[in-house]
């Protein structure tokens, strides 16, 4: 039979082990909180998975809040979140005040450009500081055209650089140039082919002999844009510049309204607009003269901000103006 020396010496061995096993049981729920790995045998204990989370968005918030304000004095971005209404599936924080974000659906906004999460209260205070990131921006046509070339990093878009890079390598004097409609079909081919390949597209004589077709993909592009190359805010201001009847006044006023474009906007327009007059210097072939041209473009570049069908009828004549002086005096108004 036992001494009891004997049984007290055999209990003291078995409290030490039993607290040899807490302790590492301890320690292996600390590592599962910092994303350690005590060894291969077991899995980090995924009920620490949200204070990860948690911490990881507190992290990410203090980066950014931090980063806004270094930058605050540098140029601003003049991008704006493309915020919508999302269910994020697991634990969330938003990433602007860092708070958890409640709720089953619906628990807050996602910007569709950059990915930014954040609650819905709270869009409202966030900087115009979207950088559209091309993993969320999965199209070219019907895009946002600041979106986009901040997306590609560009400064105009890769569609209209491309065509009128085309058109002007083969098509200048080509007899009724953007006047003449190219084949239907193939011109939604060439959208197709822009939003899957981007800058890949071929857009070639070889691909596309007849140039009607490139010229049809451009104006498409123009027409889809979501926010007309001359903006809703600037329209009203373009209008009232085209009444203007004495030269120098009306020249000063087409520039205090070109002032108001969106940087991605004017630097487009510009383009375009030294592209029409090129395409006027060849009219003798072309027969495609800046009314001509304005005629076509004016409805394309220029949208009345309401939806009243009379005023928009009563604009279209002004809208032919402001494209027409646009293409005649680009060289002084840019």
Not at 73 to 81: E, I, N
Not at 165 to 178: C, D, F, N, V, W
Not at 221 to 240: H, Q, T
Request: with cysteine.
């Amino acid at each position: 039979m036992p001494s009891r020396e004997a049984y007290e010496v055999h209990k003291g061995d078995k409290s030490l082990v039993q607290k040899g096993k807490r302790d590492a049981n301890q320690e292996e729920i600390l590592a599962a909180a910092l994303g350690m790995r005590m060894g291969p045998q077991k899995p980090p204990a995924t009920i620490w998975q949200p204070l990860k989370l948690f911490a990881y968005s507190q992290l990410t918030s203090l980066v950014r809040r931090a980063t806004l304000k270094e930058n605050a004095a540098g140029p601003q971005y003049d991008k704006v979140h493309n915020f919508k209404v999302h269910t994020f599936r697991g634990p969330h924080w938003c990433e602007h005040c860092a708070n958890f974000m409640w709720g089953l659906m619906a628990q807050g906004v996602k910007c569709a450009d950059c990915g930014l999460n954040v609650h819905k209260q709270c869009s409202a205070s966030v900087p115009n500081d979207c950088k559209p990131n091309l993993k969320h921006v999965r199209k070219v046509y019907s895009c946002d055209l600041t979106t986009l070339v901040k997306a590609h990093n560009t400064t105009r878009p890769m569609v209209v650089d491309m065509c009128i890079r085309e058109i002007e390598s083969r098509g200048l004097k080509s007899e009724g140039l953007y006047r003449i409609s190219g084949f239907s079909d193939s011109v939604e081919e060439v959208k197709m082919a822009f939003d899957k390949d981007g800058e890949k597209t071929d857009i070639s004589v070889n691909a596309y002999e007849d140039i009607n077709i490139i010229t049809g993909a451009l104006k498409l592009y123009l027409r889809d844009l979501p926010v007309p190359i001359i903006s809703y805010d600037a329209y009203p201001r373009f209008i009232e510049a085209a009444k203007i009847d004495e030269p120098e006044k009306k020249l000063e006023a087409f520039r205090e309204a070109l002032a108001l474009l969106a940087p991605s906007h004017s630097e487009t327009l510009q383009y375009l607009m030294v592209h029409l007059k090129r395409v006027t210097l060849h009219e003798k072939h072309n027969l495609m003269n800046a009314e001509n041209l304005a005629i076509i473009f004016g409805p394309t570049l220029m949208q009345a901000p309401d939806m009243d069908a009379l005023k928009a009828l009563n604009d279209i004549r002004y809208q032919r103006q402001v494209v027409e002086l646009l293409i005649k005096k680009e060289d002084v108004l840019f």
